[in-house]
């Protein structure tokens, strides 16, 4: 029943920008961290930005200045906000959620999301 669910992935123009979200449904009382990693083919998934319940924000060193991750805890939602892009930007973004505590009280240590694709290219 709980899941997340990205969207906002497609084909953008280097330099263009791209606002990906991801929200997770179902019935949860909170979640501790939620951000997003990326897969491009052939390399490793790759953390490019997380944020706390508090608000607290890490990058990946190749996307700062340029994304910005924020979540509206309310709606159990991350969002991230990618401007400057760049053909290796190009990947397999996924949504995760780690620290989850479920309205049933039971406690899920991490879900993914099935993943949202981003084609940076002229």
């Known amino acids: 029943q709980v899941q997340l669910v990205e969207s906002g992935g497609g084909l953008v123009q280097p330099g263009g920008s791209l606002r990906l979200s991801c929200a997770a449904s179902?019935?949860?009382?909170?979640?501790?961290?939620m951000g997003w990693y990326r897969q491009a083919p052939g390399k490793q998934r790759e953390l490019v930005a997380a944020?706390?319940?508090?608000?607290?924000?890490n990058y990946a060193d190749s996307v700062k200045g340029r994304f910005t991750i924020s979540r509206d805890n309310a709606k159990n939602t991350v969002y991230l906000q990618m401007n400057s892009l760049k053909p290796e930007d190009t990947a397999v973004y996924y949504c995760?959620?780690?620290?989850?505590?479920?309205?049933?009280?039971?406690?899920?240590?991490?879900?993914w999301g099935k993943g949202t694709l981003v084609t940076v290219s002229s």
């Open positions: 179902g019935s949860i009382f909170s979640i501790n961290a």
């Open positions: 995760n959620a780690g620290g989850l505590v479920y309205s049933s009280g039971t406690y899920r240590t991490d879900l």
């Open positions: 944020i706390t319940s508090g608000g607290s924000t």
